[in-house]
């Protein structure tokens, strides 16, 4: 049984005004209020750095819900959950400030600081907290991504944080590991002996991790040229997802449990440098092109964009995880922006039976697959080899693939899909930590990254162009068929 509960909790949300507290947080928040899941006791309490009252408060966030929520705000959970704000102005790199904290909290209450913030002013806030005495035992704090840019500057802000706060009040966001499909992996893998028994290199030829947007940088061109796609997305959210799918079983569900598996997992990543970084990476970077029928510009032609800039907006790699499960077994990890579509998936290729019974029908036929969609239309798809009807005079039997397929909004009919934050506000609040990445995680992963991103900073090779609507690079096709593979092509695109 994991050690949690449901207690009334102060919620503190710095950066309240910023765009991921509007587009997420508080509808997030608004949602578990909605469901019944936000103590009737608890506070919410928005920290930005503009003078506004309350009243003014309360409505930017209406607004927001509605905005965000897409639906008509409904008055009678509204009404609780207004009554639920408060508002504080706080220049959050001012000592001083914090002192206003203590007519807003209350110390014997758990309290939530939610730093939806830029990383470079964590250690003020930790620092601020400090002076006005607000912290203790009780106290949780959450974390946005980016943890820095590398190893070292997110040892930094890890550092400065870990100075007011111990590693069991520290709750990493990566909001993969809130999305419904993806914990689905471990009811999947772990809740199925079907799977469990086959989940090696003894029955898997390769894992395909696809997770491809259709969106291109959508105004954050400053944020993202610093970052690029492999510290965007493959630093936290796909390795995440490798980890989950390749973990070993956990002995519990509890935190750290799950924690030290995936960390197994990372430290058996094999190095990609510069002795080996050309056969196992593909980078590029999108031109102008069309996406759904509709004219887009190239990453280089964006508003505000450098059009010196090295950045990658696509990276495709072969990951090997070297321990005894999955020798032999590669992991192709894929993501883009301006790809077809906006779709995930982790693909399990399985080998082909040792001996053909059944000559050609079987021979040209793909091995089984079991297709995991965490996005969208969340489901399960596993293609079966069966006996095409029907008489024949040949004594031989033919062939055909089918489809098994489960999806979720089909199976789960009425049940609402929370968002991702939805799952894990809810999760902090009731402390628990396991679907939150413990900081030797957060280093490991940077540092396998970081190989890969000094390798290609060495080359001072470009990166390669591919077209806006189109699944990457030609190269990324051609990592996957020297070996005799292709890429899955996703149902989401029509
Ligand atoms: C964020 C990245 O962490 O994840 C964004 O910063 C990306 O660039 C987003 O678009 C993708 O998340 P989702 O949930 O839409 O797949």
Redesign the pocket.
């Given at each position: 049984m994991l050690n949690t509960s449901f207690e009334p909790v102060d919620f503190v949300l710095f950066g309240t005004a910023g765009d991921l507290a509007r587009r997420k947080l508080l509808p997030s928040l608004y949602e578990l209020e909605k469901a019944n899941l936000m103590h009737a006791e608890s506070k919410i309490i928005g920290v930005a750095r503009n003078e506004s009252s309350l009243t003014e408060y309360q409505d930017m966030v209406k607004e927001n819900i509605e905005k965000f929520t897409k639906e008509a705000i409904c008055p009678e959970t509204w009404s609780r959950f207004c009554a639920k704000l408060e508002y504080l102005q706080v220049n959050m790199k001012e000592p001083e400030d914090y002192k206003g904290f203590l007519s807003h909290v209350d110390d014997s209450r758990i309290m939530v600081c939610y730093f939806a913030t830029p990383p470079a002013i964590f250690g003020d806030i930790c620092r601020g907290l400090h002076s006005a005495n607000i912290i203790d035992e009780t106290v949780r704090v959450v974390l946005e991504?980016p943890i820095g840019n590398d190893l070292e500057t997110s040892k930094a802000i890890n550092d400065e944080v870990a100075e007011y706060f111990n590693e069991n009040q520290i709750y990493r966001i990566d909001?993969?590991l809130g999305?419904e499909t993806v914990l689905n992996l471990i009811a999947l893998r772990f809740a199925n002996s079907i799977f469990a028994t086959n989940w090696d290199h003894n029955c898997i030829d390769h894992v395909q991790i696809s997770?491809a947007?259709s969106?291109g940088i959508e105004g954050?061109w400053g944020y993202?040229d610093d970052a690029g796609q492999m510290r965007?997305?493959v630093q936290?959210?796909l390795l995440q997802v490798l980890s989950l799918v390749a973990m070993e079983p956990p002995t519990t569900l509890d935190a750290d449990s799950i924690r030290d598996e995936k960390l197994k997992v990372l430290k058996a990543l094999r190095p990609i440098n510069q002795s080996n970084y050309q056969q196992s990476t593909v980078r590029g970077q999108y031109i102008g092109g069309f996406v759904n029928g509709v004219e887009v510009p190239g990453y280089l032609d964006e508003p505000d964009a450098n059009e010196r800039s090295r950045t990658e907006t696509f990276v495709a790699i072969k990951a090997e995880i070297d321990n005894w499960r999955w020798a032999g077994v590669p992991f192709y990890l894929r993501t883009g922006k301006r790809m077809p579509a906006?779709t995930?998936e982790v693909v399990i290729y399985f080998k082909r039976q040792p001996h053909n019974l059944f000559g050609d029908s079987f021979a040209n036929l793909p091995p089984n697959k079991l297709v995991i969609r965490l996005?969208p239309d969340e489901g399960v798809e596993v293609t079966v080899m069966n006996k095409v009807p029907g008489l024949t005079t040949s004594g031989s039997m033919d062939l055909q693939k089918s489809y098994l397929n489960l999806s979720f909004s089909e199976a789960f009919q009425g049940e609402r899909i929370a968002d991702?934050y939805e799952k894990l506000l809810l999760e902090v609040m009731l402390g628990n930590q396991a679907l939150f990445v413990r900081r030797d995680e957060v280093e490991q992963a940077w540092s396998w990254v970081d190989s890969i991103i000094d390798a290609w900073n060495n080359s001072n090779e470009p990166p390669e162009q591919y077209q806006a609507g189109t699944w990457g690079p030609v190269n990324s096709i051609g990592l996957l068929a020297k070996e005799g593979r292709a890429w899955y092509q996703s149902k989401a695109v029509k």
């Open positions: 991504k909001h993969y999305k997770v947007e969106v954050r993202f965007d997305m936290n959210h906006k995930s996005q991702a």
